[in-house]
């Protein structure tokens, strides 16, 4: 079973991630985890500890001459801003984040002991957790893009772009935005909300290219794909809604207009084991019942404005009781491209754990003669 846990506080010594369950005899590059992190680290307007840190991982046990053990995997990412022990208390709960309710759980008066740990600085654990799974999926031709379709009130459509573009276009724009005009409004939007000391949200899509049909489960509510899926991006921070397909859309629709139609053609060359099955849509976004069908699988996260406001909100001193501004931490503008990153992570993780449980095996070569195996039985349909 894959599995994986992060420790550490934002402005502890580290981040640290153990990862559980992969397979003996993966080769793993370690320059496409520092590249994840990277990543993370950049998009427009994001703040000045980018400037401070320099992510990179150290493998501390589970991989041997770049090969995977077969043992679980423990991974640190430093943090050069170490000070946790320097810093002040905090006593003004900042509206939108897990201060308060943090501080009334746990039963502290200073929500440095909270905000530490509820910070997006956890999810380098998380990124590279989700590297490791993006190098076992480019072993079975999976691969995971995500790109930023929306920042305040300024959205783009992909119109039909393919979503195996979308990674070399997006990754030369500041925003990982595909649509040139539409991310100069939104750089545009974000430096218009620094200016007010205010902050921005947005939309990311990820696209998972490759993946075979039947992954996932109708048997049990918690081995359904699209929750699993769901319930990861939901996870990260400042995410409030996620889509899967056309979901919003589907809603407001009716049923003709909103699935799939079959098609057969047995000479129609199809990845993914589809054997001639094919659709000329993909409002499901590549998963029905639970269960991929062998389309794209298309999701897309919606992230609330980050609640540290350079203007603070109205707040409440927990000492005191007395009316004050909410507490400032060094801060970005906008988490929206760093956070589609993470979205890829956290995306990598849960289709390497439908993978790992599908074709499952001690080594990498027995997950992939199970594979094998399976497409070979599918092609006989």
Do not use: W
Request: aromatic letters at 6%; charged letters at 30%.
């Amino acid at each position: 079973m894959l599995k994986y846990t992060t420790a550490g506080e934002s402005h502890g010594k580290a981040i640290l991630a153990i990862l559980e369950g992969m397979p003996a005899g993966l080769k793993i590059d370690k320059g496409k985890i520092d590249l994840d992190l990277k990543r993370r680290q950049g998009g427009y307007g994001r703040g000045k500890r980018m400037d401070i840190e320099r992510d990179r991982v150290e493998i501390l046990s589970g991989i041997r001459k770049d090969v995977t053990l077969g043992s679980p995997i423990a991974l640190s990412i430093e943090n050069k801003d170490y000070k946790i022990e320097e810093l002040s208390s905090v006593t003004c709960p900042r509206p939108g984040h897990a201060d308060l309710a943090g501080a009334l759980k746990y039963d502290t008066k200073d929500m440095r002991n909270i905000l530490e740990r509820a910070s997006a600085r956890e999810t380098v654990g998380r990124v590279v957790a989700g590297a490791i799974c993006k190098i076992l999926l480019d072993e079975f031709g999976i691969e995971i893009v995500s790109h930023v379709i929306g920042i305040g009130k300024i959205k783009v459509e992909t119109n039909g772009l393919y979503y195996s573009k979308i990674k070399p276009l997006a990754e030369k724009s500041e925003l990982r935005c595909v649509d040139k005009a539409a991310e100069r409004k939104m750089i545009d939007e974000i430096d218009e909300a620094g200016e007010k000391g205010d902050t921005l949200g947005g939309v990311f899509e990820i696209a998972i290219l490759g993946v075979p049909v039947g992954l996932g489960s109708f048997m049990q509510a918690d081995l359904r794909l699209d929750g699993r899926l769901a319930q990861g991006l939901m996870s990260i921070q400042s995410v409030k809604a996620v889509e899967i397909g056309n979901g919003l859309a589907a809603a407001k629709s009716f049923g003709s207009d909103v699935h799939d139609a079959i098609y057969f053609d047995k000479k129609k060359s199809l990845p993914a084991g589809r054997q001639g099955f094919y659709r000329k849509t993909n409002n499901a976004g590549g998963i029905e019942g639970g269960l991929t069908n062998g389309e794209p699988i298309i999701l897309r996260a919606f992230v609330k404005p980050i609640s540290t406001l350079m203007t603070p909100m109205a707040s409440v001193n927990v000492i005191t009781k007395k009316q004050e501004k909410a507490a400032t931490e060094r801060s970005d503008i906008c988490v929206v491209p760093a956070a589609g990153v993470v979205g890829e992570a956290v995306a990598a993780f849960e289709i390497a754990r439908v993978i790992r449980e599908k074709f499952a095996g001690d080594t990498l070569l027995d997950m992939k003669c199970s594979y094998n195996c399976y497409l070979s039985r599918v092609k006989k349909y």
